[in-house]
């Protein structure tokens, strides 16, 4: 008998998406399942239904064999279903205890009593084996720990099933091994887990079972030891797929960026970068690698002029390259794959065409004698649709028409055909499905053979790894190592540097030479 | 890419379109008559300016397309609506035939009789008015008493006491002990040729009744009731009335024409202004304040330099113009660049300080000592727009119009600072990430919306009003929001919505002049029209970004499907 089953469930949302057709599933007992998708395959839809945030156009599920209907939250937690959200949804000003407390407080008389609710926290971390300091405020706590407050929450609230939305995504590989101790604990006790991703290494370490979604249909459930990560991959994707970057060895050639004790602070005095100093090569791919908001945004931002610094120099190619705004670093043949391309890299409502020329609608051939070249920009928008793969209905389209894969391929274009000395990458691949990884980790591979000196950040830490010929790693706005990449460094040995439990004299980074 | 066929199909549809209205309003115009229309000076103008009626006409359906039919649907339903607000405050419209004055006469050859208690007596007239408005308990009916004498010959007569009554009597004739005798509710077409007072058939005639005893008779009059029927026709006719008004009377004469057309000019040019700033996402409702200082500075430069040519005076009466509002946009740009003032704020307070500067100025340097009203002398003949049809104010400012839209279409779609502005106002940090300075593109987008006001401000004080008066705007840079916004910020589209704009604020004019319609009911008429309209450009912006995400997902898909076919090749 399955714990929780979902039956022919069918979501068609108002403007006529169709984000679920006809998927059936079922969760067993003290099972961990896996459910995996690329963005869009309606992964986050189901458990949405399941947890009552949604509800299904048509089908039913049944929970212990009762059909049930699950239209809030509430309902869901009455019904012993707790989510864990990627976003964590937390009150920062308030102490974990009272976090993991807030709504159901237990009371002496009208007066909530907190020793209580100390008390039923540190019972509840110790039963389950998740660490919390319970009289801590959430926002001086890491964010492993925020999201284990997430889980503990949940369980006060009696969920014997918890589905984790993206868990892995925030966490160092320390944190995430934690984690899954703290998992398998959960599934010993007796409690059912519910996991979406989309990263199949930890599909394999961690789950029972595995259902993988592909535009919005369910392709099948299978059983993890009767698996592989190239099988899963396939069923997401519906083809083959090459995880595997073609990258021949290449000889680096001179500096071209050069960093030296580079210093940012913000407005409100707080110092986010702490004197880097640094070169990338041609032929070279740096990567950073550290866990996210180490200062890994503000030094690209500060490279690529968005920010000033408050100390300290950078130089392409030997000219100076800061303080002077973005147009001068682009016209030094810097390019920037921003990090959260809604925000930096298009503009939605702006034709593709237009997008593709922000950072050379001034100059020849697209603006002659004070006026726009039109036929040239719609030209060099048809060029670019064909070289990159863009699927566009033309140069015309608004990029906020695009796919998210498409979007970024439109900003690869941009960047790639402006023929750059220095490509600094930040996330190149987030949000982006794998067909569309794929086509930029090439691309950037490629590019570095080239000769192209590229900086990439990533917070996927595989992904840095693959790619990079050097690994640097910041924490807490400082670089605390630089190494090269190969077959011995792991992922444990940079997630001591990621954590600051190690560091390098700046003779082992060799900036001082 | 669109298919070059169906663009032509749609060129094809707005030039019919552009036909069929600028002949329509020409046609209304001289009632059809070519004799008419070459009887009016000018004529040859008025032709062209109802072509750029038509041209703008056209551009709006090729620009919008099937936008264009939506914009003409909801206008069409806030006509629909209006219709239905108008004829509600028509609804009273029958309850004039139950009010007004009215005289009751009695009239026999018998040998007047006298007796206490009586209040008419034969030969007598006795006067009243029935429901007077504002009274707090008027009259509905009234009784009158008299004696006669058996066998007396008498004739009762109830009628409005004037042309401008309309009240619809009936009269009741009762004896001592209230049993009714007679009753009349009309007059015949005979009794109205007999009886002087008697004027139409609602009045009422009991003609030769011979009393039937001694004593004392009393005279019921009332107003007839009016019939459900009659409130409905008489509420459908007045409406119509109101909305043939509405719809056409600016068409109807020459001089309306052209009240129409000097406000749509204005109207253009204040949305072309909004839309430049609103382009690049600057919400500034600046126009207001620069508009007041153009017209100031070019004011003062007419009424200074009124003796020199007009090649002189006008060209730099405008270039004064022109420069106040552009560096009257420029301060809230700076505010707006610098230190991210919030530019509606900013703008409504540089508004008020600019608005009372000018009356300030106005009231203590320009007025001449001796005149009674807040304005400065009129401003010589070489000092204002020449008109282009005599005895109007449609003036050159047409030119400037036209060439006001080319400049500001050339400006946004082919120009570098063009690309800057839209680029910043769809994404204003992906716009800096580009490399673009933000800053500068903001300021001169705003300030270069305040050259466009400025030169409203020329055309107000040197084409329509011929001298510098208080209140020369009032809040006609919201009005230009509605412009801008039908338009979607569109220079092209910005004609079309200024001359429909304009043309329903002159109807709502003609609507409160010819149909009796009161002040404050055109106002909540326009105000449903504007309200529908507005929401029609909002639920526009809805739309493109509901059609924004569904074309997300499915070329989200169509990327998942050729992704695969490529992976075998």
């Given at each position: 008998?399955?714990?929780?089953?979902?039956?022919n469930?069918?979501?068609?949302?108002?403007?006529?998406?169709?984000?679920?057709?006809?998927?059936?599933?079922s969760?067993?007992?003290?099972?961990?399942?896996?459910?995996?998708?690329?963005?869009?395959?309606?992964?986050?839809?189901?458990?949405?239904?399941?947890?009552?945030l949604?509800?299904?156009?048509?089908?039913?599920?049944?929970?212990?064999?009762?059909?049930?209907h699950?239209?809030?939250?509430?309902?869901a937690?009455?019904?012993?279903?707790?989510?864990?959200?990627?976003?964590?949804?937390?009150?920062?000003?308030?102490?974990?205890?009272?976090?993991?407390?807030?709504?159901?407080?237990?009371?002496?008389g009208?007066?909530?009593?907190?020793?209580?609710?100390?008390?039923?926290?540190?019972?509840?971390?110790?039963?389950?084996?998740?660490?919390?300091?319970?009289?801590?405020?959430?926002?001086?706590?890491?964010?492993?720990?925020?999201?284990?407050?997430?889980?503990?929450?949940?369980?006060?609230?009696?969920?014997?099933?918890?589905?984790?939305?993206?868990?892995?995504?925030?966490?160092?590989?320390?944190?995430?091994?934690?984690?899954?101790?703290?998992?398998?604990?959960?599934?010993?006790?007796?409690?059912?887990?519910?996991?979406?991703?989309?990263?199949?290494?930890?599909?394999?370490?961690?789950?029972?079972?595995?259902?993988?979604?592909r535009?919005?249909?369910?392709?099948?459930?299978?059983?993890?030891?009767?698996?592989?990560?190239?099988?899963?991959?396939?069923?997401?994707?519906?083809?083959?797929?090459?995880?595997?970057?073609?990258?021949?060895?290449?000889?680096?050639?001179k500096?071209?960026?050069?960093?030296?004790?580079?210093?940012?602070?913000n407005?409100?005095?707080?110092?986010?970068?702490?004197?880097?100093?640094?070169?990338?090569?041609?032929?070279?791919?740096?990567g950073i690698?550290?866990?996210?908001?180490?200062?890994?945004?503000?030094?690209?931002?500060?490279?690529?002029?968005?920010?000033?610094?408050?100390?300290?120099?950078?130089?392409?190619?030997?000219?100076?390259?800061?303080?002077?705004?973005?147009?001068?670093?682009?016209?030094?043949?810097?390019?920037?794959?921003?990090?959260?391309?809604?925000?930096?890299?298009?503009?939605?409502?702006?034709?593709?065409?237009?997008?593709?020329?922000?950072?050379?609608?001034?100059?020849?051939?697209?603006?002659?004698?004070?006026?726009?070249?039109?036929?040239?920009?719609?030209?060099?928008?048809?060029?670019m649709?064909?070289?990159?793969?863009?699927?566009?209905?033309?140069?015309?389209?608004?990029?906020?028409?695009?796919?998210?894969?498409?979007?970024?391929?439109?900003?690869?274009?941009?960047?790639?055909?402006?023929?750059?000395?220095?490509?600094?990458?930040?996330?190149?691949?987030?949000?982006?499905?794998?067909?569309?990884?794929?086509?930029?980790?090439?691309?950037?591979?490629?590019?570095?053979?080239?000769?192209?000196?590229?900086?990439l950040?990533?917070?996927?830490?595989?992904?840095?790894?693959?790619?990079?010929?050097?690994?640097?790693?910041?924490?807490?706005?400082?670089?605390?190592?630089?190494?090269?990449?190969?077959?011995?460094?792991?992922?444990?040995?940079?997630?001591?540097?990621?954590?600051?439990?190690?560091?390098?004299?700046?003779?082992?980074?060799?900036?001082?030479? | 890419?669109?298919?070059?066929s169906?663009?032509?199909?749609?060129?094809?549809?707005?030039?019919?379109a552009?036909?069929?209205?600028?002949?329509?309003?020409?046609?209304?115009?001289?009632?059809?008559?070519?004799?008419?229309?070459?009887?009016?000076?000018?004529?040859?103008?008025?032709i062209?300016?109802?072509?750029?009626?038509?041209?703008?006409?056209?551009?709006?359906?090729?620009?919008?397309?099937?936008?264009?039919?939506?914009?003409?649907?909801?206008?069409?339903?806030?006509?629909?609506?209006?219709?239905?607000?108008?004829?509600f405050?028509?609804?009273?419209?029958?309850?004039?035939?139950?009010?007004?004055?009215?005289?009751?006469?009695?009239?026999?050859?018998?040998?007047?009789?006298?007796?206490?208690?009586t209040?008419?007596?034969?030969?007598?007239?006795e006067?009243?008015?029935?429901?007077?408005?504002?009274?707090?308990?008027?009259?509905?009916?009234v009784?009158?008493?008299?004696?006669?004498?058996?066998?007396?010959?008498?004739?009762?007569?109830?009628?409005?006491?004037?042309?401008?009554?309309?009240?619809?009597?009936?009269?009741?004739?009762?004896?001592?002990s209230?049993?009714?005798?007679?009753?009349?509710?009309?007059?015949?077409?005979?009794?109205?040729?007999?009886?002087?007072?008697?004027?139409?058939?609602?009045?009422?005639?009991?003609?030769?009744?011979?009393?039937?005893?001694?004593?004392?008779?009393?005279?019921?009059?009332?107003?007839?009731?009016?019939?459900?029927?009659?409130?409905i026709?008489?509420?459908?006719?007045?409406?119509?009335?109101?909305?043939?008004?509405?719809l056409?009377?600016?068409?109807?004469?020459?001089?309306?024409?052209?009240?129409?057309?000097?406000?749509?000019?204005?109207?253009?040019?204040?949305?072309?202004?909004?839309?430049?700033?609103?382009?690049?996402?600057?919400?500034?409702?600046?126009?207001?304040?620069?508009?007041?200082?153009?017209?100031?500075?070019?004011?003062?430069?007419?009424?200074?330099?009124?003796?020199?040519?007009?090649?002189?005076?006008?060209?730099?009466?405008?270039?004064?113009?022109?420069?106040a509002?552009?560096?009257?946009?420029?301060?809230?740009?700076?505010?707006?660049?610098?230190l991210?003032?919030?530019?509606?704020?900013?703008?409504?307070?540089?508004?008020t300080?600019?608005?009372?500067?000018?009356?300030?100025?106005?009231?203590?340097?320009?007025?001449?000592p001796?005149?009674?009203?807040?304005?400065?002398?009129?401003?010589?003949?070489?000092?204002?727009?020449?008109?282009?049809?005599?005895?109007?104010?449609?003036?050159?400012?047409?030119?400037?119009?036209?060439?006001a839209?080319?400049?500001?279409?050339?400006?946004?779609?082919?120009?570098?600072?063009?690309?800057?502005?839209?680029?910043?106002?769809a994404?204003?940090?992906?716009?800096?990430?580009?490399?673009?300075?933000?800053?500068?593109?903001?300021?001169?987008?705003?300030?270069?919306?305040?050259?466009?006001?400025?030169?409203?401000?020329?055309?107000?004080?040197?084409?329509?009003?011929?001298?510098?008066?208080?209140?020369?705007?009032?809040?006609?840079?919201?009005?230009?929001?509605?412009?801008?916004?039908?338009?979607?910020?569109?220079?092209?589209?910005?004609?079309?919505?200024?001359?429909?704009?304009?043309?329903?604020?002159?109807?709502?004019?003609?609507?409160?002049?010819?149909?009796?319609?009161?002040?404050?009911?055109?106002?909540?008429?326009?105000?449903?029209?504007?309200?529908?309209?507005?929401?029609?450009?909002?639920?526009?912006?809805?739309?493109?970004?509901?059609?924004?995400?569904?074309g997300?997902?499915s070329?989200?898909?169509?990327?998942?499907?050729?992704?695969?076919?490529?992976?075998?090749?």
């Amino acid at each position: 008998m399955p714990l929780l089953e979902a039956r022919n469930i069918v979501k068609i949302y108002p403007n006529g998406t169709r984000a679920n057709n006809d998927i059936s599933f079922s969760v067993e007992k003290g099972e961990i399942h896996a459910i995996v998708g690329e963005n869009g395959a309606g992964k986050s839809t189901l458990m949405k239904m399941l947890y009552g945030l949604e509800t299904p156009t048509s089908g039913e599920i049944f929970l212990r064999d009762q059909p049930v209907h699950i239209d809030t939250p509430h309902k869901a937690i009455d019904l012993g279903i707790g989510m864990v959200h990627q976003n964590f949804m937390l009150v920062d000003s308030f102490t974990v205890a009272e976090n993991i407390a807030l709504g159901r407080e237990p009371r002496t008389g009208a007066v909530v009593d907190r020793a209580k609710a100390i008390q039923d926290t540190k019972n509840l971390a110790e039963t389950y084996g998740l660490y919390v300091d319970p009289t801590a405020k959430i926002e001086a706590i890491p964010v492993g720990m925020r999201q284990r407050v997430e889980i503990l929450k949940a369980l006060y609230r009696g969920a014997e099933i918890l589905i984790l939305d993206e868990p892995t995504a925030v966490l160092t590989p320390k944190e995430t091994n934690d984690l899954f101790a703290a998992i398998r604990s959960l599934v010993n006790q007796g409690k059912t887990l519910i996991f979406i991703t989309h990263k199949l290494r930890e599909v394999m370490e961690i789950s029972d079972r595995v259902t993988v979604m592909r535009d919005a249909q369910k392709v099948g459930t299978v059983n993890t030891r009767e698996t592989s990560i190239p099988e899963l991959a396939r069923m997401m994707v519906g083809r083959e797929v090459f995880m595997v970057v073609d990258k021949p060895p290449v000889q680096r050639g001179k500096s071209v960026l050069k960093v030296s004790n580079l210093s940012y602070a913000n407005e409100a005095g707080r110092t986010l970068v702490h004197r880097a100093s640094f070169s990338v090569y041609e032929s070279e791919i740096l990567g950073i690698a550290g866990v996210e908001g180490n200062g890994q945004t503000e030094l690209i931002e500060v490279l690529t002029g968005l920010r000033n610094p408050t100390e300290g120099e950078a130089y392409v190619d030997g000219q100076s390259m800061l303080g002077q705004g973005p147009r001068k670093v682009r016209e030094q043949r810097v390019t920037h794959i921003p990090e959260d391309r809604l925000t930096n890299g298009v503009a939605r409502d702006g034709s593709i065409a237009d997008n593709l020329i922000i950072d050379r609608y001034y100059r020849e051939p697209f603006a002659k004698s004070g006026l726009l070249n039109l036929s040239e920009i719609e030209q060099n928008g048809h060029d670019m649709i064909k070289q990159f793969g863009i699927l566009a209905t033309g140069p015309a389209q608004p990029v906020g028409g695009l796919s998210g894969g498409n979007m970024q391929k439109v900003i690869v274009a941009r960047e790639f055909s402006s023929s750059p000395r220095l490509l600094i990458a930040a996330q190149p691949t987030r949000g982006v499905d794998i067909g569309a990884i794929e086509f930029i980790h090439q691309q950037l591979v490629n590019k570095r053979t080239e000769g192209l000196a590229i900086l990439l950040v990533s917070a996927d830490l595989q992904e840095v790894m693959k790619l990079a010929d050097r690994l640097m790693v910041m924490y807490n706005g400082e670089i605390v190592a630089i190494l090269n990449n190969g077959p011995d460094l792991t992922e444990e040995k940079l997630g001591l540097y990621m954590l600051g439990a190690a560091r390098q004299t700046p003779e082992e980074m060799g900036v001082l030479a | 890419m669109k298919s070059p066929s169906r663009s032509w199909g749609w060129l094809a549809i707005a030039i019919v379109a552009a036909a069929l209205v600028t002949g329509f309003i020409t046609y209304r115009m001289f009632n059809g008559s070519v004799d008419e229309m070459t009887a009016q000076a000018d004529y040859q103008n008025v032709i062209l300016v109802n072509v750029l009626v038509g041209i703008s006409v056209a551009l709006f359906i090729f620009q919008l397309k099937w936008g264009a039919l939506r914009v003409a649907l909801t206008v069409v339903a806030a006509l629909i609506l209006g219709y239905i607000v108008t004829a509600f405050f028509n609804l009273d419209t029958a309850a004039q035939f139950t009010r007004g004055k009215y005289e009751v006469a009695l009239i026999s050859e018998a040998a007047p009789t006298t007796a206490d208690g009586t209040t008419l007596s034969y030969g007598g007239v006795e006067k009243g008015e029935f429901n007077k408005q504002g009274v707090r308990s008027p009259v509905t009916d009234v009784q009158y008493t008299f004696a006669g004498k058996s066998g007396d010959v008498v004739t009762l007569l109830a009628y409005a006491a004037n042309n401008r009554s309309l009240v619809d009597l009936q009269l009741a004739l009762t004896d001592a002990s209230g049993a009714t005798l007679a009753t009349a509710t009309a007059a015949t077409a005979e009794q109205i040729g007999q009886f002087k007072d008697l004027r139409t058939e609602q009045d009422a005639a009991l003609q030769d009744f011979t009393l039937p005893a001694d004593g004392l008779y009393t005279l019921d009059v009332r107003p007839e009731v009016v019939s459900f029927s009659t409130t409905i026709g008489e509420t459908v006719k007045a409406t119509n009335a109101a909305y043939d008004a509405f719809l056409l009377g600016a068409l109807g004469r020459v001089n309306r024409w052209a009240v129409w057309i000097q406000d749509a000019l204005t109207l253009i040019l204040v949305g072309l202004a909004i839309a430049i700033a609103f382009r690049a996402n600057q919400f500034s409702l600046g126009a207001e304040g620069q508009l007041y200082l153009g017209a100031l500075a070019s004011g003062m430069i007419a009424l200074a330099w009124g003796n020199m040519s007009p090649w002189i005076v006008i060209p730099v009466a405008i270039l004064a113009s022109v420069t106040a509002g552009f560096l009257w946009g420029l301060i809230p740009g700076i505010l707006k660049a610098y230190l991210n003032a919030n530019e509606l704020v900013s703008t409504l307070m540089l508004n008020t300080i600019a608005i009372r500067f000018y009356d300030l100025v106005l009231t203590f340097q320009l007025k001449p000592p001796e005149a009674g009203y807040i304005s400065s002398e009129k401003f010589t003949n070489n000092a204002i727009f020449p008109s282009i049809v005599a005895e109007t104010q449609v003036t050159v400012a047409v030119f400037i119009v036209i060439a006001a839209v080319i400049a500001v279409w050339l400006l946004i779609t082919r120009t570098p600072l063009g690309y800057e502005i839209r680029m910043v106002g769809a994404n204003q940090r992906f716009a800096a990430y580009g490399g673009v300075n933000t800053r500068r593109t903001i300021m001169l987008s705003m300030a270069i919306s305040g050259i466009l006001a400025g030169l409203v401000g020329a055309h107000l004080s040197m084409g329509i009003y011929r001298q510098l008066l208080i209140n020369i705007s009032i809040g006609l840079a919201f009005e230009g929001v509605v412009v801008a916004l039908l338009a979607r910020n569109d220079p092209l589209v910005i004609p079309f919505t200024g001359f429909l704009y304009a043309y329903l604020r002159a109807g709502a004019q003609f609507m409160e002049r010819d149909a009796n319609v009161s002040f404050e009911v055109v106002r909540i008429i326009q105000a449903v029209i504007i309200l529908l309209i507005t929401a029609e450009a909002l639920i526009a912006y809805f739309q493109q970004r509901r059609v924004q995400r569904k074309g997300l997902q499915s070329t989200a898909e169509h990327s998942k499907q050729a992704a695969e076919g490529g992976a075998h090749g």
